[in-house]
């Protein structure tokens, strides 16, 4: 099924064959960054909300969704 990343970034929850590509925009490919950041300990949430535009709050619920 598709990554839990992945839907973050789109807002999909709707799983894809393999074989197909998905394209991201360079604010969801940064958006993604920083989350993955926040996931693998290397940032803080109250970090990756300065960088996003986002409250760390906001930050905290995409991660917990």
């Known amino acids: 099924c598709c990554s839990a990343i992945l839907s973050l970034l789109t807002g999909q929850r709707k799983c894809h064959p393999m074989n197909e590509g998905v394209t991201l925009n360079q604010k969801e490919q940064v958006r993604g960054f920083v ?4 996931l693998g300990g290397q940032l803080s949430a109250g970090e990756a909300a300065e960088v996003l535009g986002l409250s760390v709050r906001q930050v905290r619920r995409i991660l917990a969704g």
């Not at 989350?35 to 926040?38: A, E, M």
């Open 35 to 38: 989350l993955n950041r926040v």
